[in-house]
């Protein structure tokens, strides 16, 4: 009996747990959103700010990601057209590398990508400044934290998911390309053709919200898990922890509900 | 500390929005948001299998896509296909719309043009789609497949015909290897095939002793030859005998004429048949004396002649 009491006591205190975590992220997001539509925060200073978070985020990491990108997608091109060779479906095979490489991987593999290497480092930011009292400090001396530190990095990473996606998908596109019919114009036709198949007005619109969610994803989600923390200096990784957890997860919900709105 | 950020980061945002622009003007471009597009309806009595963005096809080519699949109010199937500018001109009052749903792979429509010298067609125009569907075969074809395999079954079963032929041919050939070779195959066995390959041997036996033979019996033509046709052989004898024969027959040529002279004086002098009867007893006389003579000498001819007799000549 004390057991499930126990056990009921326990997933109650996750749940509420899980609720609040949720609600401070929403909160956050709302706040977020609220400074974002508001005039006075597009100021000079905070476009100086969000130039800075692209170029930490992005043109930081170009040289990587495209090697990374043409790695990547050089593989999966070669293995598709094999396989659609060995199984009688070359026809398939262009519509199949865009669907699976623009639409779906690249998009999702940059955001990791983000993720990784600015998520985890705005999460522990956050984290320090909060344990360390540095927002209470910029608070005071009216430099808003939301509009100089957080909404900069939130729109410097969604700036950097979308840019890093265009740049890899028109690499991506090229090199398919070239895979399938070589230096020459005579398959340009048929390229469109698949092309103008898979991009619906539709599915554009649909990669470029994903691509924004990605972004908003990787961005708050970290900060609002370093908001969070304790002021204690041993909370800092944990607080990482949580905050890259909640970040793939919500990187997967993602991807997950945009294919089921896609081809369900 | 970060030479040139403000350059980077517009370079960066430059190119990807220069990028992005050019993605959307060549996604647009090839949905052919630039150009006019020809329109067509097909009419097919199923829209199954047909889906909005299936290519249409001419040689394999890509000249289009079906836009949209729509039944209308009264429960017709309006397909709308759209045809790009350059993949209008291969469509003719006589081109042909045929569904085609590999197994394996997508379906699309193929358009083929037999006569490309006939009008070419409206826009908006209505074309007939014909649908072949192998998958609608296949049942068909299962059951007839499924007919051989038990025909074949029952062909080739333990106790069937072609077991029990191949058994016989199996047993032919088994005896085809014996000792008679091939005619023990076909009598059936080795005792069979003995007598065969027996009288064989005795006929290259008879063979040998027949030659023996004819060189006997081309010997003894020689010696015929010899004795028939030598200096004071047989032929010549003959000649002789026949000479002889020519002068006894003169004699008795003679001896007639004397018979004749006697019969006209026997008629002359019938009168006085006295003395006349005395006269015929001596003629009789002469010409049995003459017959006798031309008796023996045939007889001797007889047996001097060597084919006068049994001609069959007896092999041994």
């Known amino acids: 009996m004390e057991f499930l009491l126990n056990f009921v006591e326990r997933t109650g205190a996750k749940a509420v747990g899980w609720w609040n975590a949720t609600f401070a992220v929403l909160a956050f997001l ?3 959103l609220s400074t974002l539509v508001r005039p006075a925060t597009w100021n000079r200073a905070t476009l100086d700010t969000i130039v800075k978070q692209i170029y930490f985020t992005a043109v930081q990491i ?11 997608s050089w593989v999966i091109i070669t293995i598709t057209l094999s396989t659609a060779r060995d199984v009688g479906l070359f026809d398939a095979a262009t519509e199949m590398i865009i669907r699976v490489l623009l639409l779906e991987l690249l998009p999702f593999l940059t955001a990791l990508l983000i993720a990784l290497r600015s998520g985890s480092a705005i999460n522990t930011e956050v984290a320090l400044m909060k344990v360390n009292n540095e ?3 910029l608070s005071h001396c009216r430099v808003e934290p939301m509009q100089f530190e957080f909404l900069p990095r939130i729109a410097g990473g969604i700036a950097s998911v979308i840019g890093l996606t265009v740049l890899g998908s ?9 895979s399938i019919y070589g230096l020459s114009t005579s398959g340009f036709d048929a390229f469109s053709n698949t092309i103008s198949t898979v991009f619906g007005i539709g599915v554009l619109m649909g990669l470029g919200v994903k691509c924004i969610f990605f972004g908003l994803a990787v961005t708050t989600l970290p900060m609002a898990a370093g908001l969070e923390t304790p002021k204690k200096l041993f909370m800092v990784p944990v607080s990482v922890l949580r905050g890259m957890m909640r970040v793939f997860l919500a990187l997967v919900l993602i991807e997950v509900l945009s294919l089921a709105l896609e081809y369900i | 500390m ?6 980077k980061v517009g370079l960066f945002v430059i190119t990807v929005l220069v990028l992005a622009l050019a993605f959307l003007v060549y996604v647009l471009h090839a949905r052919g948001f630039f150009e006019q597009r020809m329109h067509l309806q097909l009419a097919a009595a199923s829209a199954e299998g047909i889906t909005p963005g299936m290519p249409l096809t001419f040689s394999g080519m890509p000249i289009g896509q079906v836009a949209s699949v729509n039944l209308n109010d009264a429960g017709g199937i309006v397909i709308k296909a759209e045809i790009s500018q350059s993949g209008a001109k291969w469509l003719r009052t006589d081109s042909t719309f045929n569904l085609d749903k590999p197994l394996v792979g997508g379906a699309k429509i193929k358009v083929s043009t037999p006569d490309l010298s006939s009008p070419q067609l409206p826009d908006n125009a209505t074309v007939l789609l014909l649908v072949t569907d192998p998958a ?14 038990a025909n074949v079954e029952h062909i080739t079963r333990q106790d069937g015909e072609l077991n029990s032929t191949l058994a016989n041919a199996k047993t032919i050939t088994t005896r085809m290897s014996g000792k008679y070779g091939v005619l023990e195959g076909v009598l059936g066995s080795e005792e069979n095939a003995r007598p065969v390959v027996n009288s064989l041997k005795n006929l290259e036996g008879l063979t040998a002793r027949l030659n023996e033979v004819s060189a006997k019996v081309d010997a003894m033509l020689v010696k015929a030859d010899r004795w028939l046709f030598a200096e004071d052989g047989m032929s010549e004898q003959s000649k002789q005998a026949l000479a002889q024969v020519r002068s006894m027959l003169t004699d008795a040529q003679g001896s007639l004429k004397r018979v004749d002279e006697l019969l006209k004086n026997a008629v002359d002098i019938s009168a006085n048949v006295k003395d006349g009867t005395q006269d015929l007893a001596k003629l009789r006389a002469d010409i049995d004396d003459s017959v006798r003579k031309a008796n023996d000498l045939l007889n001797d001819i007889n047996r001097m002649w060597p084919f006068g007799g049994d001609a069959d000549m007896k092999l041994p």
């Open chain 2, 2 to 7: 970060f030479k040139n950020l403000h350059l």
């Open chain 1, 30 to 32: 709302t706040e977020v």
């Open chain 1, 135 to 137: 927002l209470d400090a």
């Open chain 2, 136 to 149: 609608q075969e296949i049942p068909a074809l299962i059951e007839r497949v499924k007919n051989i395999l």
């Open chain 1, 62 to 72: 170009l040289h990587v990601y495209l090697v990374y990108v043409l790695a990547i």
């Open chain 1, 170 to 178: 028109v690499l991506t596109l090229f090199l398919a390309y070239f």
